[in-house]
C-alpha cells in the first residue's frame, strides 16, 4: 500500500518523501485530534480516569 502512494505522488524522490512526511504527519494529527477524543469515552481501559469525559 505504501509503494503504491509513493509512486503515485507527483514530482522526484525528494519532494516524494516530503509529501509522504506531511501526509504521515495529517493523519496523525486527524487521528490525536478528532478521532482519539471521539472514541476515549468508550474505551474500557480508562474507566476511572477523571481526564475522560
Known sequence: MY???FRHLPGNVFW????SLVL??????VLFL???????PYMTLLEGD???G
Open 3 to 5: 509503494a503504491w502512494i
Open 16 to 19: 516524494r518523501v516530503l509529501q
Open 24 to 29: 504521515v504527519a495529517t493523519v496523525v494529527a
Open 50 to 52: 477523571p481526564a475522560v
Open 34 to 40: 478528532w478521532v482519539f477524543p471521539a472514541i476515549a
